[in-house]
């Protein structure tokens, strides 16, 4: 069954006004001219929605998937399965919208996506689909294979590297909703003192936490991490755990959190009872570390240039840094995008970048029989013409004690 | 870099006993010996926590890969970043980790699984990954391609239906998680009536519930949908929105909510003032329809013939059946798993399989000018030896009405 819908779109419901996407559009088809594609395929959440407007939280579900070809010149075509169809007419701008009623294992879309990949680059073209570094493929890995042997020979190349270049680079309007929603986790964090107390364990912190941004205005928490020990916590990823919280303990907790489809992405620190003078003086140091990498952010540097300048600090007052990779990533629809704040990552920065400043050290700590641990400060800034500006708001340089 | 790090589990971060990973590997060696797979390679979060026990947010970034190489005899390897390696120890049973400091685009983990899959079945040996239907890979499919060709000879084929048909059995530990959380989900609809009221938006009610929900205990609402309109609702899955509720709607909330990493997945509806009578007779009819369902529920019955009794009921009260597709779906680490609801899925129905009940039907409403609306109830049920036991609190055959 092929049915073709226009689309209906419901102000109401759409998430963005209607330049929004012309405007990407533009962007996404200079790179696909400069590197000679005739459409690129996009079968991810994110670069679907990004192209599309189509908002839908049953992307958990992976029975049912979704493709948009989106030609170098026309019209973009959108092939859905038939349940999305009121949402997809709702929310997205796209008229033309071919549908079957999925699941349907033998043929979930391929041969829709076929028919509408030849109408686009014709049999000879380049195809670009999301096959390089940090992509995803929105439908099974067997579909993939059997749609490019099904329209050869159209030549498919990567395209994420293209989707992700021009999401870098962020609208007014999108900065607005990752400010705002770095606003509302800021003031959440403020609320921590007021239910952190000795017996508590880190789950019910953390679900306080989720509680208090959710009544402040944001959408979900989909990551929320706690972490506590004595004299330090040895990592920034695992848990919240039922370990209950004492004196001399350290907790971290990292958030995604988001507003109408965006992140923020912050980490705060909170210390039960007095913190040793190492611990009080590893925080204020890093705090510094952190305002070094703040700036040096500015329009025309490459992120390995923020590394770099962070890594300086921790060198000089002669820190050993953290096992974590990088010392920063993007934000904006997922909560770690490209670039990396990386030794190798050269990437330019420009105006519009949302940025995680994330420096990270590690230490023995005195109070805990020289166990290893670890800290990790996080903010998140957004580039502007001069250097950036901070869009959570800026921890304090002394560590948040609870006693 | 390559390091190997035995497993130190943290039994208090643990996910299951020991004995529940040796059990499900015991399972799926079983089906790897009958499709003639020397290992099995997994990268996708469900797959992966289901075999390693390794629990963490972090997988919500595409930016690390992790990897795990099940043979079909010996131990089991994982290749993980370097900075997931603390949470890979506490929570996983698996002693050989190799790991390497991701990201790295040039070789993100690629080589070390390449040596990983050479020990496990030689170099004429069969591999399984996740290819086939509702699976998504956890990888560039990029790099995945660089794989198949670094492995070759050794064979790539589908495993995914594997792990989905091992998955499918709950163990009682796993069904005692989606009963906890679809008790606790009930509860919170309970509460809905409390506040939901003219003049409050969907986003303010949803909002709400998710609160509820994780004051009641469960750890998060990744799906949770309100749709409403006058007379009816005419989808499930958009929203919510700004629209303000009023008298005469009609509200649907649907949501999968987890608790210790496991989904319930059930809906409810709402009428603010006073349903018309075709309202309440067809939400009526349609629960009869979901008791009729839930009855046919039994060992040895094919999943077709559950749908095949809720279409025969539909028919028999002269209603149409909603455009959904299928009329319920597998539950448990995602929110929708196989089997299908559906007339072409043939899966036998077995003793600890969980289940959605999810009959949908379409009507004309009268008091919306004869606007095509839908109506859906779901409920969430456990296979047992005798037929199946309700794990949501069955929804009341009245209408629950606001004034």
Redesign the interface.
Known sequence: MVSRDGSHRDE??AEFARDEYGARIDRIRRLMAENDLGAILVTSEVNFRYITGY????W?????PRYCVLPLKGDPIVVS????L??MR??SWISDIRSW???R?ED?GVSLVRDAVWECVGRGGRLG??????????????D??RLRDAIAPVEVV?A?TIMTRVRMVKSEAEVGRIRRVARIVSKSFDAVPGFLSKGRSEKDVC?DL??EI??NGA???????GVSDRGGY??I???P???LLDDGDMLVIDT?STLDGYFCDFDREFFLGRPSDQIRQLHEKLWKVTETGIASIRPGRRVCDVWAAMAAALDEMSLGAA????MG?GIGM???EPP?V?PADTTIIQTGMVLTVEPGLSFMSETANGARKVMVHEENVVVTPDGCELLSVRASPDLTTVL
């Open positions: 109401a419901l908002q839908s939280q049953t958990i579900s992976p029975t049912r399965p038939v349940t999305f009121v949402g709702q929310t009623p999925a699941p294992p979930d689909a999301e096959l390089g570094p940090e992509t995803r493929l929105g439908m099974p890995v067997a993939f294979l990567d994420g679900r989720q509680i959710l009544r959408d979900r928490s989909p990551y929320l991490v040895p990592n990823n695992v848990g755990s039922d370990r995604g096992d974590v990779g990088r990533h997922v909560v770690t990396s990386h």
